[in-house]
Nanobody, 120 residues
């Protein structure tokens, strides 16, 4: 199983970006999707999470600006980021709890990070 993230880039404050994360491999299902970010010199933090059949949650600093969504048919998740601020600058990584064929449990996988840079 692999997670492939894409969509990072550089924008000016107030702009928008959409991150994508696609899972590939022998997948039965994905329970939780999450987007994390890590700014220089800081710890990685959970930005948004989407549990299967549940309500999405967000860290306070992005509420009302970011939206996490998922496409179960495509084994993919997205993070729509609007009204971006310089403090949103970070490396963003996706995470998914995935059950593979032949496995009775879900296992966590990480995608590679994608850089988001917001200039003032």
């Amino acid at each position: 199983v692999q997670l492939q993230a894409s969509g990072g880039g550089s924008v000016q404050a107030g702009g928008s970006l959409r991150l994508s994360c696609a899972a590939s491999g022998s997948i039965i299902g994905i329970n939780t999707w999450g987007w994390y970010r890590q700014a220089p010199g800081k710890q990685r933090v959970l930005v948004a999470a989407s549990p299967s059949g549940g309500t999405a949650t967000y860290t306070d600093s992005v509420k009302g600006r970011f939206t996490i969504s998922r496409d179960n048919a495509k084994n993919a998740a997205y993070l729509q980021m609007n009204t971006l601020k310089p403090e949103d600058t970070a490396v963003y990584s996706c995470f998914a709890g995935i059950r593979e064929h032949g496995q009775p449990f879900y296992q966590g996988y990480w995608g590679q990070g994608t850089q988001v840079t917001v200039s003032s």
